[in-house]
């Protein structure tokens, strides 16, 4: 047997912009954003706050719905169903439905149980696995489908991360004043903080042998999680973590080979500068980079899937997507290459960075055709 | 003075956790952050939400919270001039 | 693989290595208790919540009893931890924080320990541990023995990764929580 890939074979992303991977993508290509201003009445909160909020009803639980409404969407793309024995359900979240921690028991809170009745609605019967890494959640998700399907404990793996958002989680953003008053501003130099979002984003993986993808498809080339040891909240001001995850996913790739970064790029003034610092030690500083936070906020443990699905998007349609909000005044110490509007590329990789809260962070390098 | 003094000890103790510290322990004069209590930015932020439930004022910038929180005494002579509870 | 050490902790007890570790204490006191007698020095576990108590202590006492130098920055080793409860006894006191109207108060400190990678994170912090660190979330059903097996299997496919302290935390109450962490080498 030759060398086998984790592979995507359909994908589907669920925001207040779109319903659809290429819906959404038009959107963001077209500057649109899904943040809007939110009186502090609507949640009973101290302060107004600025969010992407799915405007469209969704029964409760909503987290629950959200995610199962992108993974049936990306299921349709395929021919037919995927074998229910052979396929592993991954939810990325953060937060789950904590929405309804005020009246909701805990079986009805705990993540596995959120996990076990999405699969239980998909017919699946492998037990899923929730992967709860904060917001590096997405891409660790990713890295483990890509585990899973070179241990050969299954063929499929779907990747779910999601996010809903919640009176609970922005009191908590606002107690640590992490969040900006305004539209975030990604490494400007008058960014002050982050919007948060909410999302639903699904890549369904399969294992392939490397010889066995077309030029047009995507494999998830390599993937690492790397703590900083430093803080629970704060990143290492060195970068250290994501300096350690992109030279891990770099190791037998050039620079040259990547059509952009796509960062964290939350816009708090710490992670932007961070994230400028560990780009620069891993000689990443020549390659263009891009934070997607100004279009839908921070979608938490939807942000690394959704990020990964947009970022496919663009490179298939040869584009280096614009750092919405990113005013023209770099505000970080390292000369990152980032720009306020769309370009365009003709390179078929890209490293997708994520970084969050325990001080984790990761990093995934996709690759299209077969050929890289 | 003396009294809100040592009821901000109290309180410092007891919201920040420090077990092992007695409010004896806490300088009226040396800072709160850095060295000696090894006080973080998270603890910061839980101070100025003590401020605001136990005194009433509420700092809108954590920046502020570095000047007010410099010391004990620093402490004390805001809430004093500042407290509307 | 190697096992190179292997701690359980509930409530009524401490086994180190297949030896009862002796506690005077039960419940959330066993967890402080045990601070003080292995001598730790690290005031911020009192600030930590207790599902990070109950991991900072488990990993904490297995790598006391290990032969290696410590507090050495490394990126071989991994911490990689799974967990049915995650952090919901958290998100409760965190949401008590929140009521509306008079008693609206959102604690950061609290908030910060609503993820449940955050014990992971404790941990590398405490070991200076670069390397991977993750944190899953199931539900009870399998056995210890295909747990550790399977969060191992994929550990190691990292190729930095050469050791991990590998196993489960979980925190329900005083009264109902367990660790069990292994130390194993590849």
Known sequence: MGKRVAKVIAHHAFTPLADGSHENYLRVKAGQTAVQRHAAEEWDLGEDFMAGIIATPIASPRATNMALHSIRQALSQLSGPLPPADTLLVVSTTKGNVDKIDDAADDELRLGAMADDMARQLGLTQQPLVVSNACTSGVCAQIVAQRLLMTGRCHYVIVCGVEAQSRFIVSGFQSFHALSPEHCRPFSSNRVGLNVGEAAATIIYKVSEATDVAADEWVLHAGAIRNDANHISGPSRIGEGSFRALRAVMHDATPDELAFVSVHGTATPYNDEMESIAIDRAGLIGVPVGSLKGYYGHTMGAAGVLETILSMEAVDDGTVLATLGYDGQLGVSHPVSIAAENRTTDKRSFVKLISGFGGCNAAIRMTKGGAL | ?85 | MTHLGKIVITPRGVELNSQVYPTSQIGDALLTACYRSCHADYPKFFKMDPLCRLGFIASELLLQSQDEERFIPREDRAVVLASCNGCLHTDRHYASTIHAGDNYFPSPAVFVYTLPNIVTGEIAIRNKYLGESSMYIVEDGLTEEELVQRLAELTFQDPVTTSAIIGWVDYHDGDHYNAILYLIQK
Do not use: C, W
């Not at chain 2, 009226?28 to 060295?35: I, K, R, T």
């Open chain 2, 1 to 85: 003075m003396e009294e809100l003094i040592q009821q901000l000890k109290e309180q410092i103790i007891e919201v920040l956790n420090l077990e092992d510290v007695t409010p004896a322990d806490i300088d009226n004069d040396a800072p709160l952050f850095g060295e000696g209590l090894g006080l973080d930015s998270i603890d910061a932020l839980e101070l100025i939400v003590m401020m605001e439930k136990e005194y009433g004022i509420k700092l809108k910038n954590p920046a502020e919270g570095k000047e007010i929180f410099k010391s004990i005494n620093v402490m004390a002579q805001y809430v004093n001039e500042h407290r509307t509870k």
